[in-house]
């Protein structure tokens, strides 16, 4: 019996075989607390409960590669969020405005 192929890297990415779900979004709502039961109901129903777990196998069995793997990834975001603010601070300003007040509001 062979082991199935969960994971996949593309696009400079770790992906779930045969669709657009990123490792990194499944293994941030383990990382949350999730169970894998409700990672698959509830946030990503398009995946089987055995491509989850899968997922979370990969990513546990290779988990320093795939820790530094989001933290050069979010250090990338911040970097590119950065640059995007500089280059069009009106639109953040708008941006900032619309957040302080839906949390305004939401408090």
């Given at each position: 019996?062979?082991?199935?192929?969960?994971?996949?890297?593309?696009?400079?990415?770790?992906w779930?075989?045969?669709?657009?779900?990123?490792?990194?979004?499944?293994?941030?709502?383990?990382?949350?607390?999730?169970?894998?039961?409700?990672?698959?109901?509830?946030?990503?129903?398009?995946?089987?409960?055995?491509?989850?777990?899968?997922a979370?196998?990969?990513?546990v069995?290779?988990?320093?590669?795939?820790?530094?793997?989001?933290?050069?990834?979010?250090?990338?975001?911040?970097?590119?969020?950065?640059?995007?603010?500089?280059?069009?601070?009106?639109?953040?300003?708008?941006?900032?405005?619309?957040?302080?007040?839906?949390?305004?509001?939401?408090?």
């Amino acid at each position: 019996m062979t082991q199935p192929d969960y994971i996949q890297e593309r696009d400079n990415g770790y992906w779930i075989q045969g669709t657009r779900v990123s490792l990194d979004s499944v293994v941030y709502r383990f990382l949350e607390g999730l169970s894998p039961e409700t990672i698959q109901a509830d946030c990503f129903p398009t995946l089987t409960l055995d491509q989850v777990y899968g997922a979370i196998s990969y990513y546990v069995t290779n988990r320093v590669e795939i820790d530094q793997y989001l933290q050069d990834a979010d250090e990338g975001y911040e970097a590119f969020r950065q640059r995007n603010r500089a280059e069009y601070p009106d639109a953040h300003r708008r941006l900032d405005a619309i957040l302080e007040e839906a949390r305004i509001t939401c408090s």
